[in-house]
């Protein structure tokens, strides 16, 4: 689809598949590729996920021969604070659609601290120190740099648990904060910030909702003046942005397609 909007060269890629199906396949092939670069590099592969509709995006991965998932370090994006094995847990989602299916040992799989669910704050920082502990040590960096973040769209433009109009969108310091007031039950919540984010080696959006997402996805890529959460998804050079999206959520949107290719 031709685009009337000029693009900058490290403008998001936008790639559009005609089923679920499709879409999936393309992601374990992406993932896996982001998974080689990063263990030939420096021996580990560094992810953070989402909830909603991401976990079903991931099983692709789990008749793919090449992911060495002894490799993985795996975070969340954001996460409920329910048990890890309430229907809320956006571990339990990942957990049902490919953890379970897979032999990733569970030490590699970084979740909240359940003990401390009703303690917000307590628990963000622990999270904070976990991250801490995997990156400052080995990338000496004032911000961690994921190799993959995985992220999702809801219809109001929030993405992890950061929510149109709230504060935490303009946190600049913690790596991961507490939410107590989210919009979308759970109301407690914690999630990665924009500094995190934002120095993301690779960030993905998958919005494989059909044309319920088709006005979101196209408020985000049309008018990113508008500042929804998901449009301050701006990875720093050279971190990369890219869409993985299906036709009926582009089917509104101007924004030039791009061919998918590893
Ligand atoms: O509440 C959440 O919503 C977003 C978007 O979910 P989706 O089902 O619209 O894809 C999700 O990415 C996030 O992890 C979750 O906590």
């Not at 998001?12 to 896996?32: C, R």
């Not at 030490?107 to 976990?130: G, Q, W």
């Not at 979101?216 to 990369?240: M, T, W």
């Given at each position: ?26 992601l374990?092939?992406f993932i896996?590729k982001a998974q080689?670069e990063s ?6 592969f560094t992810i953070a996920l ?22 993985w370090?795996v975070?969340?994006a ?67 740099v994921f190799d993959l973040i995985l992220l ?48 993301a080696a690779r960030i993905a ?34 971190g990369q942005?890219y ?20």
């Amino acid at each position: 689809m031709a685009s009337s909007h000029h693009q900058p060269p490290n403008a998001p890629a936008l790639y559009v598949f005609p089923d679920k199906n499709a879409l999936t396949q393309s992601l374990a092939q992406f993932i896996a590729k982001a998974q080689k670069e990063s263990i030939d590099r420096k021996g580990r592969f560094t992810i953070a996920l989402s909830g909603g509709s991401l976990p079903a995006a991931l099983t692709g991965l789990i008749a793919n021969p090449s992911i060495k998932w002894n490799h993985w370090q795996v975070f969340y994006a954001d996460e409920r604070l329910v048990p890890l094995d309430h229907p809320d847990s956006n571990h339990l989602a990942c957990t049902q659609a490919l953890f379970a299916h897979v032999p990733i040992p569970t030490e590699n799989i970084h979740t909240i601290d359940p003990a401390l669910i009703t303690d917000r704050e307590s628990l963000a920082d622990a999270y904070e120190k976990v991250l801490i502990h995997e990156f400052a040590q080995k990338d000496a960096a004032r911000f961690p740099v994921f190799d993959l973040i995985l992220l999702g769209v809801g219809p109001d433009g929030h993405t992890a648990s950061l929510f149109p109009g709230h504060a935490l969108l303009s946190e600049e310091d913690r790596w991961v904060a507490d939410i107590a007031d989210s919009p979308k039950p759970p109301s407690a919540r914690i999630t990665l910030t924009y500094p995190v984010l934002n120095h993301a080696a690779r960030i993905a959006f998958v919005a494989a909702g059909g044309v319920g997402k088709a006005d979101i996805v196209q408020a985000i890529l049309d008018r990113p003046e508008e500042g929804l959460p998901a449009a301050r998804v701006k990875p720093s050079f050279p971190g990369q942005l890219y869409w993985f999206v299906d036709e009926g959520a582009a089917s509104t949107t101007k924004y030039q397609r791009a061919a998918f290719k590893l």
